[in-house]
């Protein structure tokens, strides 16, 4: 199973930034599908996910900012990030499966077991300057 992230980039506040998430081997199709970031020394937190019935789900920061999206034929899933802020700067990664609970945030790194996501991409980096 491989997750590939794509769309990161160096931006400033205020603009947009696309992130596209391919899967191959894995069908998102049936699975909750999403995003976390992480940037140094802060911990890993949920952007956002689809649950495996299709409901949506975001941080508190970035509510009305950020829209997730799904492209089953592609194998695809989508971030959209608009107003985009200093504080969004992070490593964003694409996570799906699972079937344990779900967590929303932690110290560990991004990609552990422990945040309840069988798959990890190995993540795109966002900067967003002032």
């Known amino acids: 199973v491989q997750l590939v992230e794509s769309g990161g980039g160096s931006v400033q506040a205020g603009e947009s930034l696309r992130l596209s998430c391919t899967a191959s081997?894995?069908?998102?199709?049936?699975?909750?599908v999403g995003w976390y970031r992480q940037a140094p020394g802060n911990e890993c937190e949920l952007v956002s996910i689809?649950?495996?019935?299709?409901?949506?789900v975001y941080g508190d920061s970035v509510k009305g900012r950020f829209t997730i999206s799904q492209d089953n034929p592609k194998n695809t899933v989508y971030l959209q990030m608009n107003s985009l802020k200093p504080e969004d700067t992070s490593t964003y990664y694409c996570?799906?499966?699972?079937?344990?609970?779900?967590?929303?945030?932690?110290?560990?790194?991004?990609?552990?077991?422990?945040?309840?996501?069988?798959?990890w991409g190995k993540g795109t980096l966002v900067t967003i300057s002032s």
């Open positions: 081997g894995f069908t998102f199709d049936n699975s909750r």
């Open positions: 689809i649950s495996r019935d299709g409901q949506t």
């Open positions: 996570a799906a499966g699972g079937h344990l609970n779900l967590v929303l945030a932690g110290t560990r790194v991004c990609g552990d077991w422990y945040y309840g996501m069988d798959y």
